[in-house]
């Protein structure tokens, strides 16, 4: 099994696993799957599209996507992202 990565990261717990999207949204592409269980590192979170009644998507710190935080916990302090519609860069 992967090591844990550094805080901040998130624990898939949907029985289901998780779609990785290109864009914090339903609507965009699924680019990967993250199976129930795993962890991965967190960049930032934006306020989103709500998934029952969650608002918070997670940009992906080691590979490009984001995933709803309805179906992650996060370990450690997510910061908001400076700008979502470039792919949340912060600088």
């Given amino acids: 099994m992967a090591s844990t990565p550094s805080q901040p990261y998130g624990t898939v717990v949907s029985e289901n696993g998780v779609n990785v999207r290109e ?3 339903t609507d965009s592409s699924v ?3 993250l199976p129930h269980g795993s962890t991965v590192g967190l960049r930032c ?3 989103a599209q709500n998934i029952d009644g969650n608002d ?3 940009l992906l710190r080691d590979r490009p996507g984001w995933v709803t935080a ?3 916990d996060n370990t450690g302090n997510v910061p908001l992202c400076g700008d979502v519609t470039n792919g949340g860069d912060t600088g």
């Fill in 45 to 47: 979170k934006v306020h």
């Fill in 70 to 72: 309805r179906f992650v």
């Fill in 23 to 25: 864009f914090p949204s």
């Fill in 31 to 33: 680019v990967a799957r």
């Fill in 56 to 58: 918070i998507w997670y």
